[in-house]
């Protein structure tokens, strides 16, 4: 039976991609609409799909390549293939030769006997702890379509945070760079020609004039020492982060600094209610849950502070005490935290504590960025503007002194 890749919108218009078997195309079309979905796009093998992230041929498995194969492994299941034939589809179609190895492995696997969450066990770069335990809740309650489908919304969730926050950091680093190079230049090989003019001037030169030479002459004199300084001190903070300490002082100045500091927090905040409501829906084990979204947490100060709060639940007390004394968390959150832990609707509250501060992350990015470019194009031709200017006021005096 042929294989549809199908691009369709669901009742609140979000795009869902997925793939099925079907007789022809008004077959796949009947069945995506007996699901509630509205198709747009529906074609014949991997077309539909193959450009939604970018995937080549070659490189190493990524997180957009988990949510393709959770998304679809969830559409196939639901359609009624066993899962020995899913594996196989994906096998075949995946154009990545990393990710057509996995696969093949984990039917291998699957083939032999083992669970599915077994196989993919063997293969923690592509499927995390998150990963593993919403398969493994998946399977154990019989709802694996639904669990995957879950897994794709979180993982597309996170992706997109993800991207917004390379968004907000990559332009003014970018920028920050092309300034950095286009003043080296200035200063190393612009300066020292009008410095000899200057030179024959006999007079004194404005302090402007003076601080731009001097600083021309320590690049000139020490530029070589000062990219060994810098690559050293990078390599040295690299290795640092590395320690337990180290990384937990970086992280508590990342969440802390000023600017990026409340999205980086925003974004730790989200992806840590995110990550324990879906578990928890999920049907694992709160302890569990909080052990894993400790792990994947990405910052050490949520980490110790939800782990903490693991300690606390064994221990018979509330989740919410650890997470107040951790003091990255604000005050709205844990009481949400609290009301939903004491009226048994926690998952519906952290679903929307993330829902808020994702919302948050987009509005504070799309702020950053509109208040950041400006103000790098204004201390870019700030900077420049006093280099040239600085270079220009020697020849206006030397003008002043020929009028006269």
């Known amino acids: 039976m042929p294989v549809f890749q199908y691009v369709a919108r669901d009742s609140q218009g979000k795009i869902i991609n997925g793939t099925t078997q079907a007789a022809n195309q008004s077959a796949v079309v009947k069945l995506l609409r007996d699901q509630g979905l509205v198709p747009t796009t529906i074609q014949a093998g991997g077309a539909a799909a193959k450009g939604q992230y970018?995937?080549?041929?070659?490189?190493?498995?990524?997180?957009?390549?988990?949510?393709?194969?959770?998304?679809?492994?969830?559409?196939?299941?639901?359609?009624?293939?066993?899962?020995i034939e899913v594996l196989d589809i994906l096998a075949e179609q995946v154009e990545k030769t990393s990710m057509k190895k996995i696969m093949r492995e984990i039917e291998k696997d699957v083939e032999s006997g083992a669970s599915f969450t077994e196989a993919i066990q063997k293969h923690p770069k592509l499927f995390d702890n998150f990963f593993l335990s919403m398969v493994r809740a998946g399977e154990a309650s019989g709802m694996l379509d639904s669990i995957l489908d879950q897994v794709a919304t979180y993982?597309?969730?996170?992706?997109?945070?993800?991207?917004?926050?390379?968004?907000a950091t990559m332009y003014p680093l970018t920028v920050s760079i092309v300034a950095t190079v286009i003043t080296t230049?200035?200063?190393?090989?612009?300066?020292?020609?009008?410095?000899?003019?200057?030179?024959?001037?006999?007079?004194?030169?404005?302090?402007?004039?003076?601080?731009?030479?001097?600083?021309?002459?320590?690049?000139?004199?020490?530029?070589?020492?000062?990219?060994?300084?810098?690559?050293?001190?990078?390599?040295?903070?690299?290795q640092w982060s590395k320690?337990?300490?180290?990384?937990?002082?970086?992280?508590?100045?990342?969440l802390h600094v000023p600017v990026f500091g409340p999205i980086f927090s925003k974004v730790a905040i989200a992806k840590f209610t995110r990550t324990l409501g879906t578990l928890i829906k999920a049907g694992v084990n709160i302890l569990y849950a909080l052990e894993i979204t400790a792990k994947t947490a990405g910052n050490s100060v949520i980490e110790e502070a939800v782990m903490k709060?693991?300690?606390?639940?064994?221990?018979?007390?509330?989740i919410t005490r650890p997470l107040v004394d951790a003091g990255c968390f604000p005050p709205m959150v844990t009481r949400m935290i609290d009301v939903g832990e004491r009226t048994g609707m926690l998952e519906s509250m952290l679903s929307k504590i993330a829902d808020f501060y994702e919302d948050q992350v987009n509005t504070a990015v799309s702020g950053l960025t509109s208040m950041i470019e400006p103000l790098l194009i204004v201390f870019l031709g700030l900077v420049v503007g006093f280099i040239v200017i600085s270079m220009f006021m020697p020849m206006f005096k030397m003008v002043e002194v020929l009028m006269k």
Not at 155 to 167: T, Y
Not at 309 to 318: D, F, M, P, V
């Open 54 to 83: 970018g995937r080549g041929k070659g490189g190493a498995p990524k997180l957009e390549d988990a949510v393709i194969i959770s998304r679809q492994l969830a559409t196939m299941i639901r359609a009624g293939l066993p899962l």
């Open 155 to 167: 993982l597309e969730k996170v992706i997109a945070i993800r991207r917004k926050v390379k968004s």
């Open 185 to 238: 230049f200035l200063l190393v090989k612009i300066v020292p020609i009008f410095q000899e003019i200057f030179a024959d001037l006999g007079s004194n030169l404005p302090v402007p004039t003076q601080i731009t030479i001097f600083l021309s002459r320590i690049l000139q004199q020490h530029l070589l020492k000062i990219i060994i300084a810098l690559a050293i001190l990078i390599a040295a903070v690299r």
């Open 243 to 254: 320690t337990k300490g180290g990384r937990y002082k970086l992280d508590y100045i990342k």
């Open 309 to 318: 709060t693991r300690t606390s639940i064994q221990s018979g007390e509330s």
